[in-house]
């Protein structure tokens, strides 16, 4: 077993952490301020589109992409961009800069993936050049969206057209102003078995019946300009052609596109875990309480040290994760993709609350982006599954297969 990144990827991660420190951390303040101060808030800032030129320069884009996407990506493997993504979470708002972002990530693959040839030529290739945003409609207020066979949104066929009426909410990306399509799952037949009962269909978001009604808060945060909006479908037409895959598929797209999104977002969190940590070691350092700097009192020796375990147990889990996944595909990883996304939203929740208690008041405020990285970390826990069920299904298969090896034994 190896623990060395490769080369290939030792040097795109050598040269994103050279774009980072030249393009992104001088900035970082500025963008959230012209966010901000933007006349529309949803509106993304115009240096955004100044930082995606330069990554496309520099031949950082499209990095999540594998190999079978050739040419539109870096055609990496999940454990080669792994250590990128940790990278890009280190900064929020980065990951678009590098066409890296959720939801977009998974709205490409499964264009790539699932999608006809005039569903790419429409969406995916200006998704794929940074052209356009997109956003994932799944969560519904009525339901426990946790179970994603609760879901009741109603895909209907009609004639050319399938009909859709429901409400969703939390649906990520759908304010931003470029947002332009999204991919909405729902039921297509309520009365087929509990898993072949929902479909995905695309919706292009200026379709008549399709209302934003508001902006959801995560943790008091809106996250702009990307969002995540309350939807409402009301009598929403769309062509038959816009059903990816068929009726009855969209419980396995959702699947398929899951796998990879949470090995995403569990990197962004070590990513994110390792900044508060690399803050609270330099704010321990120039603060004095007690006539000596606060490095010098042994609590909070422990807690860097318990912060530094913590973070490296998560990183080594989540990489085997990718290599699983690389090696045998996410239906044999899913056990250790459950693990990775119990383990590391609770650990960055931990190490960036640790980090925030030493900033003190500060770590609270928005002068420190601890307070909205640790929104995020929060969320996670929900996102792509809340905690438990990963554990109950983690739980039930390791006991299956246990009972399975006594059996065969």
Request: aromatic share 6%; with cysteine; hydrophobic share 40%.
């Amino acid at each position: 077993m190896h623990f060395d990144y490769s080369p290939k990827t030792q040097s795109l991660l050598d040269r994103l952490n050279q774009f980072m420190n030249e393009h992104i951390y001088p900035v970082e303040q500025e963008y959230i301020n012209a966010v901000h101060n933007n006349s529309d808030r949803w509106s993304t800032p115009s240096m955004m589109e100044s930082l995606k030129e330069k990554a496309k320069a520099a031949g950082l884009w499209n990095l999540f992409l594998p190999e079978e996407y050739l040419p539109y990506g870096a055609g990496l493997t999940n454990l080669e961009y792994a250590p990128l993504c940790e990278a890009m979470g280190r900064v929020l708002w980065s990951s678009e800069v590098f066409n890296c972002s959720a939801p977009d990530t998974g709205n490409m693959e499964v264009l790539s993936k699932y999608g006809s040839d005039a569903h790419k030529k429409q969406w995916l290739e200006p998704l794929l050049n940074g052209e356009i945003r997109s956003a994932f409609a799944m969560t519904e207020p009525a339901v426990a969206s946790s179970d994603a066979t609760n879901i009741e949104t109603a895909i209907v066929r009609d004639g050319d057209e399938y009909v859709i009426n429901g409400r969703k909410w939390y649906t990520s990306g759908a304010m931003n102003t470029n947002c332009k399509i999204m991919v909405v799952m729902g039921k297509t037949d309520p009365s087929a078995d509990r898993h072949r009962q929902q479909s995905q269909i695309l919706v292009p978001m200026d379709t008549a019946g399709v209302t934003v009604v508001r902006p959801m808060q995560a943790m008091g945060y809106y996250d702009e300009p990307v969002g995540h909006a309350e939807v409402v479908f009301d009598n929403v037409r769309v062509p038959a052609a816009n059903l990816l895959v068929g009726e009855g598929e969209g419980f396995a797209i959702a699947q398929g596109r899951l796998g990879p999104g949470r090995i995403h977002h569990c990197m962004r969190l070590i990513g994110c875990a390792q900044r508060a940590l690399d803050l609270a070691c330099e704010r321990v350092e120039q603060r004095v309480a007690f006539g000596q700097p606060l490095s010098k009192q042994q609590s909070v020796r422990e807690s860097i040290a318990q912060m530094h375990c913590d973070i490296e147990q998560a990183r080594l889990l989540t990489l085997k994760a990718a290599d699983k996944m690389d090696r045998y595909g996410n239906k044999v990883a899913r056990d250790i993709i459950a693990a990775i996304k119990i383990v590391a939203p609770n650990m960055a929740c931990k190490v960036i609350d640790q980090a925030i208690q030493m900033h003190g008041a500060a770590g609270t405020s928005q002068d420190f982006t601890l307070s909205a990285t640790y929104a995020y970390a929060r969320t996670i826990k929900l996102a792509d599954g809340p905690d438990q069920v990963h554990m109950m299904q983690l739980g039930r298969n390791l006991i299956k297969d246990h009972v399975g090896q006594r059996a065969n034994g």
